[in-house]
């Protein structure tokens, strides 16, 4: 038994749910027995190629520039601008820069833009957040996890907005948007570049 339990201390956390067996090389000192047990267990390699099912081989990345396959951990989506456009919505409301439509499992999403005045003249704060309701509402935003506030931009510089990963999880395909809200006047802001992104994690 005490064997039976430092055998399976030497295995690596690796879990896959239609459970594969690892293979590890040979240990001396194990009888038969344990090494038969050892021998089913070795050497995990989990492939995260193009293919929709994992297969066993070795433990890494890949070594092109390919895209992980959809339902794949490691897919990842985005939705990015680099031109200048009008902030979304009106002065003191919800508006959403840009969406991504995200399909179930748990996905890491990050967001980020460059905002300048153009001439309006902008009030306080610049408040800006990660949510799956679109339109005029703050309704699933959260200060400090999914939605930040930041001092608004003045005369010729940009602000930055940034969103950290914020983790999504969800039994369902659901649309996320990157929504932001600003109070101005004599003209209109502009976003000057935007990325809303997601990266697969199971």
């Known amino acids: 038994m005490k064997k039976l339990i430092w055998l399976l201390c030497l295995l690596p956390s690796v879990a896959l749910a239609n459970g594969p067996k ?10 038969d027995e344990m090494n038969n047990i050892y021998h089913d267990i070795k050497n995990p390699v989990i492939n995260y190629g193009t293919a929709s099912t994992m297969t066993i081989t070795n433990f890494q990345g890949v070594t092109t520039n390919s895209n992980a396959c959809a339902g794949c951990v490691g897919e990842y989506k985005e939705s990015v601008h680099t031109g200048n456009t009008n902030v979304p919505g009106t002065s003191n409301a919800w508006g959403d820069i840009t969406s991504i439509a995200l399909t179930s499992g748990d996905w890491m999403v990050t967001a980020s833009a460059a905002i ?25 935003l959260s200060l400090g996890q999914n ?8 005369g010729s510089d940009d602000v930055a907005l940034v969103m950290p990963s914020y983790r999504v999880s969800i039994n369902s395909n659901t649309t996320y948007y990157f929504k932001m809200l600003m109070t101005y006047s004599a003209g209109t802001p502009i976003v000057q570049g935007y990325r809303l992104s997601a990266w697969r994690i199971r």
């Open 147 to 154: 939605y930040l506030e930041i001092l608004g931009p003045s």
């Open 22 to 31: 690892y293979t590890y090389p040979e240990v001396p000192g194990l009888d």
């Open 116 to 140: 300048n005045q153009a001439g309006a003249t902008i009030s306080n704060f610049v408040d800006y957040g990660i949510s799956p309701n679109s339109g005029n509402t703050s309704s699933g």
